[in-house]
């Protein structure tokens, strides 16, 4: 797209309110584009309206309206999770006219450069692990995107000496066609949104653009364990400089743990023994931490925390002022977050695992002996990759939502034989208090109670956030 200065007096619609699209809508108001604002909510759902009326931005609620789109309009930014289904993008796609999402918007605006964080699991933490650690390096980071201050607004405000760490999902990478982030990161890849991207090879793709326009002047740090990453790493297409991280393999290069993990999920995890290392290209090697001395446990953090350390090394970061950031980091709400202990149960909400991996992961950090309480919005999985952890970690199963009745099979085909199948009552609420009352009966002392449902929320709830904190005030009032 050209530069949002260049929209002057010309047509620019915003679909979607929220944060993000308020902030695009005020942008370009502000640089004299004629600005409409379209969301499928009514008026008294959209707060946000009248805010954008006060400024005299057009605001349309209610519905789309089959003139939004015309040829008069120059360009159309999207929220990242409307469809390309929706009606307004096909007129607008069928016209030629360019969708993009803000992260598009904000690249061409901002003086500062931008470290871009993405993937399928592990994105917040990581993204906000990097902030931390270039406050203490010095390096002026601004934290946006999904966390923190919308892109667009970021910047507006930065300067050519800050940082914007911008975590990025695939729907926000696939409105994108010239942003050039100056460090991209790619955790890894699992199957999940595929009722959005219709299948992984878009999926992949949307990823992968996050990549696209790096030169050799830039950084890619890539999950060298992920098998997709490692296509992406020997497919030749990558013109950035790239950075690998392993936690079960001690490269030559980059930064890994050593000893090394077993590739097996449920070999011993060991971290007392094993330290993150940084090798760099001319043979010198450099202990950054314990394994065991991050402020948040498990073989996966370690290697968020490598993908964050290799993000700082590139940004200019010393190693040494990394340390005391890595030990602090105490990890986010909805995390693996203990909530409470209840007659010797341990109660812990997952609610951040809108997937069957993230799951997985939840599982292997915790002892053995869990009581699961999982399902949410059925996206067409099987869940079957969950039955070698069911067995070796799961004690019992309380299945609820859309996936209730697949989540119970798996269990089933587990050899569990203590799995209660909640039915939907009145409201979403009062099912989650009843699946952490049933949790609560099928637990005993030394058990832990984990909420951690391997589907998205949306078939009960608005946010994963709302179903941790029903999940949390479910556990206190037992």
């Known amino acids: 797209m050209k530069h949002p200065s260049l929209y002057k007096d010309q047509q620019v619609v915003v679909l979607g309110l929220a944060r993000s699209g308020v902030s695009v809508a005020k942008l370009f108001h502000k640089l004299g584009a004629v600005v409409t604002v379209n969301d499928k909510k009514d008026r008294q759902s959209s707060p946000e309206a009248d805010e954008l009326d006060a400024l005299g931005v057009s605001v349309i609620c209610g519905g789309h309206p089959d003139d939004l789109i015309g040829p008069d309009t120059a360009l159309v930014v999207k929220n990242p999770g409307i469809p390309y289904t929706s009606p307004p993008v096909m007129q607008a796609l069928e016209q030629g006219i360019e969708v993009v999402t803000e992260v598009e918007v904000a690249y061409l605006l901002s003086p500062a450069p931008i470290i871009g964080i993405t993937g399928s699991n592990g994105k917040t933490t990581t993204t906000s692990w990097i902030g931390e650690m270039m406050e203490a390096a010095g390096l002026k980071p601004m934290v946006a995107g999904n966390i923190g201050t919308p892109l667009c607004e970021a910047a507006q405000i930065a300067e050519a000496d800050n940082w914007i760490v911008a975590e990025l999902s695939s729907f926000q990478l696939k409105g994108t066609t010239d942003f050039r982030p100056r460090i991209a990161l790619l955790l890894n890849i699992v199957e999940t949104h595929l009722d959005y991207h219709g299948g992984m090879e878009d ?251 391997a589907c998205a929320s949306w078939d009960m709830f608005t946010s994963y956030e709302t179903r941790g904190r029903m999940f949390k005030q479910s556990a206190h009032n037992l």
Not at 213 to 231: E, F, G, M, S
Not at 318 to 343: I, K, N, W
Not at 417 to 433: H, N
Request: contains cysteine; glycine residues 8%.
């Open 203 to 453: 999926y992949i793709a949307s990823k992968a653009k996050l990549f696209a326009n790096q030169t050799k002047d830039d950084i890619a740090v890539l999950n060298a364990d992920d098998p997709v990453c490692r296509d992406l790493m020997n497919s030749g297409k990558l013109q950035a400089s790239i950075i690998p991280f392993s936690v079960t393999e001690e490269l030559p290069y980059g930064l890994c743990v050593t000893p090394a993990y077993p590739a097996e999920l449920s070999a011993p995890i060991g971290d007392a023994v094993r330290n993150i290392v940084w090798r760099d290209k001319e043979g010198g090697e450099r202990v950054i931490i314990g394994v065991a001395e991050l402020g948040i446990p498990g073989r996966h953090n370690a290697a968020n925390a490598m993908a964050a350390i290799a993000a700082c090394l590139a940004a200019g970061a010393s190693a040494g002022s990394l340390t005391e950031p890595l030990r602090e980091f105490r990890g986010f709400e909805h995390r693996l977050e203990y909530v409470r202990e209840r007659d010797g149960v341990a109660y812990y909400n997952d609610s951040k695992a809108t997937n069957p991996t993230a799951t997985i992961i939840a599982l292997r950090s915790l002892p053995p002996r869990i009581v699961l309480v999982a399902g949410g919005l059925d996206r067409g999985s099987d869940y079957m990759e969950l039955l070698p952890h069911f067995r070796d970690q799961v004690k019992a199963v309380v299945s609820l939502g859309e996936t209730r009745a697949k989540i119970a099979a798996v269990a089933g085909k587990a050899g569990l034989t203590a799995v209660k199948v909640v039915e939907p009552e009145e409201d979403a609420e009062s099912t989650l208090r009843l699946a952490v009352q049933e949790a609560a009966g099928l637990a005993e002392p030394g058990d832990i109670v984990l909420l951690s449902p």
